[in-house]
């Protein structure tokens, strides 16, 4: 884990319960960032192009390289160097003819139209979204917001399409809201197979119809499409707009989903029509998995909770920013929330928020992974977000992860949640033996919510039950208020309350012992859910190590081995810095986040214990000084 220079003034401030980000969304109308000096991209059908000349944004205007798209589209492209002329047909028919030096655009000798804006350079003809109006098949747009050029054809090549629905009309309050249902479709081989759809979050728009950041997962759409999933992003860029009015928290982004299902339901009964492919018993409606981004990482938990079409089985996370409360209690259904280590964004990690909100929510029986993935940033998920996350300390940015990495990451994670999920009902690291420190080759650090009988939760008056030897406890308050307790570590999310139990020692061999009452015969695993408090100088910037030992009734003990190494017990690097506090004294603070992550013990790899009679786990710690905190020990069934 590095180091990141970001401090986080709700961490001083905040006293709300839920997380404000520092970009929830730009106001609709606000001018688009100027994105001249970020790549540009071509998709192609939802499809991105990779290959040949790529758009140029130029002094505000966007230039879109001729033979590129055509051949994509295609067209077989000629250049006549006698007329400085490009020659371009399909099938043998509708022959188009170019004119590089006057712009005018000609078929059969007649003039379809003239672009003034035409330029050729290095050997590229750049032509406008416009000419395209009049070549057979080819739409095309620029998308300023994502630096795009879109491009759809009548017979895509692959199995992804781009749908325009029409106009659909939504409802808030006494107001009628039109927007475009638009999105982009991966259809499956074979019938009824799952569904899975992506929910965008909120990022600088002009136009919702225009700004196309469901584009932005396309690169998913099409490898679950692959793998056999009837799989959709949908535009819910009206639910960010202020076009019509201020949006009141995901209402509008319900509607969009339910209206667009209701379509995507008759295209599956057999109506045609409706999307530009035959969708008839390609899906089955009963088996859905939503996956948001931002805004829509939590937005999905009340579409989830509203739908009265779809039959939601998990939930996946991506950065979720928390701006407004649920209106009911979370649905019990599996969920996987990813939250990116330099998130300039949600710079508060709202998804430790949300996870703390999942675990203690009686009604769930359900798991959830929160992954904290290393070097991840907030835009990194999406194609569609060229900048780097806009308010991201400067300093982070050369330690942010590529975003084809991330997006490998994040293809990974979603595949096996899919494939898992629909399988078992668990979550993919709900019943994995040791939880990895990798995942799909990329440093994370997990922890898992997977139910069972907690045998001990910090508290502030649970100290009072461990014994101790040559160690200190201490109940602690990691909340997001001036009523920190816990020096300076620091945790994804904001709480007014989050209880740990620090436990420090300044010897070798100091052990903790915790009394329990437990019977671990049928437990699959002994989690404890613990980090390193990295900016405690007793750790001196090493990696801690532990033993536990499980003495059974009759006195008889086992041990097993935690190792240096182990993410939760890692050292992360980082600073202890002093934030000054008007009427208070300074606030400690360390510059690093420090997610708790689980330990998973297996219960039979204790030796000559009765299992059934636990009486005490003993904690020993093998360095010479340290400092942990200690959230919880349970059993995991």
Known sequence: MKKTHRFLACTVAAILTFGMPAQAFEPALDPLP????????????????????????????????????????????????????????????????????????????????????????????????????????????WDGATNTAIITTEAPRDNVYCYDLGEGTLTQGTREIPYRMQGVIGVPEGQNRPVVIFLHGAHPIQSAAENRYDLGFSYLVDQLADAGYLALSMNVGINYSFENGEPNGCQRTVQVVEQQSALLKQAIEGKNGIFPCDLKNKGDLNQVILVGHSRAGYDIFEVADQTELLGIQGLISAAPSLVSPLSGAPVDVPAGIIIPQYDGDVTSLDGGTLFDQLENTS????????????????????????????????????????????????????????????????????????????????????RVDAGGDVLYRAAVDSVENLKTTDAVVEAVNACSTLDHTAGSF??????????????????????????????????SYLQMVLAQDSGDERNRQQDQSMSVTLRDAKGRESSMKISAGTPALTWQEGTVESIPVTGEDSFLQYSTFTPLGSVRLNPEDFNGVDLGQITQIVLTFDQPSGSIMLREVQLVE
């Open 34 to 141: 100027d994105l001249s000096s970020y790549p540009t991209q071509l998709l192609l059908d939802g499809q991105a192009v990779k290959q040949g000349a790529m758009p140029r944004y130029i002094e505000g205007t966007a230039q879109l390289p001729l033979r590129n798209i055509l051949e994509q589209a295609g067209y077989k492209v000629d250049w006549n160097a006698q007329n400085q002329s490009a020659v371009f047909s399909k099938n043998d028919m509708e022959t188009y003819r170019l004119s590089s030096a006057t712009g005018a655009l000609t078929q059969d000798e007649t003039v379809l139209w003239t672009d003034s804006k035409i330029t050729v350079a290095k050997g590229t003809t750049y032509v406008s979204a416009n000419l395209f109006d009049y070549v057979e098949g080819i739409k095309a747009a």
């Open 363 to 446: 009604q769930r029986s359900s798991g959830t992974d929160l992954i904290y993935l290393e070097n991840g940033n907030h835009g990194g998920f999406s194609t569609a977000l060229v900048r780097p996350d806009p308010f991201a300390d400067r300093d982070t940015l050369p330690l942010v992860m590529e975003p084809e990495k991330q997006q490998a990451f994040f293809s990974a994670y979603v595949m096996d949640f899919v494939k898992t999920v629909l399988a078992t009902g668990k979550t993919p690291l709900e019943t994995v033996a040791s939880l990895p420190e990798q995942y799909a080759g990329y440093p994370i650090m997990a």
């Open 490 to 523: 620091r945790i994804p999310g904001s709480f007014m309350q989050y209880d740990l139990t620090r436990i420090r020692w300044e010897k070798a061999g100091s052990t903790v012992t915790v009394p329990v009452s437990a019977d671990l015969r049928q437990a």
